[in-house]
């Protein structure tokens, strides 16, 4: 209103020197109505807003009564079940409380009941161990003997029916675990021999150098015997020059220094110029070619057999073996076949194979070296692996192969099969008459040392004995126990191949005559 009032004066101000005071007034006039107007209408407007203002919050306090009451009773509704739950929860506990009570109360009369029948029991205990106390005393007299001595005979006597007993079961079990392992042995062991045939070559101690005409057992002879005493002066070997037509003999028991003078006599004979110079040239040279022949045959024996990473020293005591035999077989061939069986049994077993053809192709090492080491093949050839880096696996089937120590791996076992299956079989060994003999004795000697054999007799080329025992004096059970007796002391006592089958037989004869 005020700046409306100064408006209009304002404008009238400076609008005076044109409009007359009348028309001031005029204007004046109506800037009044205008200015009372404009109030009234704001008057009226505020009225409006304030009632609005007014009516809404009246609205919004009535909503929110309206929201209040309805979360009061969503509430009270809440507290009502509530209520009603625990008043449930109430009675179920009362209801639990009193079977409870009862309960208690049935255990209670139980108890009482069992007390009783535990004194009645007690009273009926009592009354039994008089009456067995009174029994025991008049059995006491009765048999006349105490009760401690009944009890001693009568556990002996389950004693002696037990031991009975167990000596049967023994017998039971070992005949089925027998009959299951032999089987099974015979098997790989056959199968084994079917997939592996060696050559055989019988081995002597003499080598026969032919002559293209007997003029040349002069010319080897020599002046006054010169070139023959230098040969064997060189080689080591003796030069048998006899009445057999267009050969000479070379005998000697290290077969590779008889090797070495065959190779130089058929080089002198070729050559033509005998002499002592030219004998000893020819001699170095046979010894490096053999030397060379011996590192060869060991490379090619671990190339046949797919076996790597063995010492050059090693492979050099393999070769030797070619100049080598036992009872006439020839050690490096042996040697070979008892790697191939081994190979085979391992694969058959499960086991490792490579390992296995190792073990069998080293397990002869110590007959390549000479006598002047002292000690069994086996326990040399075992120090020779232990020495040139073999595994201890390696080494223990080496020493054990001939029980100089006890086998206590299959691998080991493994070696002694195909050690005894390369030694026995027909045609791969012979032995001189008097050995044969006295093994056949030994065996009879052995099995007559126990006490209650009657006789024993050594068949099969000795590979079985049988052993007669005395009925009266060896039961069925001490038979068996005498079989294995006997085996025990022939593998401790005796060196043989393969293995010996031991029978102890028992017979009872009745005889009655009728008349």
Known sequence: MVVITLAVAAGAYFAGSRFSKKDADAIVRQAEELATKVIDDARREAETITKEAELKSKNAAIEAKEEYEREMREKKRDLQSLE?????????????????????LDILKKEQVHSAKEQALAGREEELKQAVGAQMAKLEQISGMSAGEAKKELMNTMESEAKHDAAKLIKIIEEEARETA???AKEIMALAIQRYAGEYVTERTVSVVPLPSDEMKGRIIGREGRNIRALEAATGIDLIIDDTPEAVILSGFNPVRREVARLSLEKLIGDGRIHPGRIEEVVAKSTEEVELSIKEAGEQAAFDLGVHGIHPEVLKLIGRLKYRTSYTQ??????????????IMAAELGIN???????????????????????????????????????????????????????????????QAADALSGARPGARREMMETYVKRLEDLERIATSFSGVSSSFAIQAGREIRVMVSSEQVSDEQSLIMARDIAKKIEAEMTYPGQIKVNVIRETRAVEFAR
């Not at 020839?330 to 081994?342: G, K, T």
Request: glycine share 6%; with cysteine; hydrophobic share 40%.
């Open 182 to 184: 032999d089987k099974k």
């Open 84 to 104: 009603k739950r625990l008043v449930q929860k109430e009675e179920n506990l009362d209801k639990k409380v009193a079977l409870f009570d009862q309960k208690e």
């Open 353 to 415: 194979v490579k390992q296995a053809k190792r073990a069998g192709l080293l397990h002869d090492l110590g007959k390549a070296v000479d006598h002047e080491v002292e000690g069994s093949h086996a326990v040399i050839g075992a120090e020779l692996a232990r020495k040139y880096g073999e595994s201890p696996k390696i080494v223990h089937a080496i020493m054990a192969h001939h029980e100089d120590e006890k086998p206590a791996t299959v691998l080991a076992v493994l070696v």
């Open 330 to 343: 020839n050690v490096y061939q042996h040697s070979l076949e008892v790697a191939f069986l081994c190979g």
